[in-house]
């Protein structure tokens, strides 16, 4: 009696050291550090001029420009269904979406985004209309920021 449980003891005591697999999740990136401001989406070795392809799935006419000096500083106009690309040369410049009230009285509305990465210079954002809030750090938001690392935010 003594024996077997000496052989249970010690198998348990074997079993207990060897530890458990546990399931995680990959973080996005290898530079991904707890908190806020966390990209949504990373591109590998990004290249400008990038080609950046806007889809709109809103159902809302948008406008759409960059933030920085540029051809597109005036905002261009996206009917619902419809497609553009732009051409970002500068990493430093930002996307950023708006939309053509029907009714100027209309609440604020938001946008999310669809992402795929296509190539290391090119990416197709589908843009589609949300109720959730906008909150620090999520993918929902009006400017779409394409960083020279390679992370893309959304604010």
Do not use: C, H
């Amino acid at each position: 009696m003594i024996k077997t449980g000496i052989k249970i003891a010690l198998s348990l005591s074997f079993f207990l050291s060897m530890g458990m697999n546990v399931v995680s999740q990959t973080p996005p990136a290898n530079t991904y550090q707890e908190g806020f401001w966390q990209p949504i989406a990373r591109v590998d070795n990004p290249q400008f001029p990038m080609t950046v392809e806007l889809v709109n799935q809103t159902g809302l006419n948008l406008d759409y420009g960059l933030t920085t000096d540029s051809p597109i500083q005036v905002p261009e106009y996206l009917r619902p269904g419809a497609t553009t690309s732009i051409v970002l040369a500068d990493p430093e410049a930002n996307i950023s979406i708006g939309y053509i009230p029907l009714d100027p009285r209309n609440e604020e509305i938001s946008f999310e985004y669809n992402i795929t990465i296509n190539s290391n210079s090119s990416i197709r954002f589908e843009i589609l209309r949300t109720d959730k809030p906008d909150r620090v750090g999520d993918g929902i938001g009006r400017v779409i920021d394409i960083q020279s690392t390679g992370g893309i935010f959304i604010y």
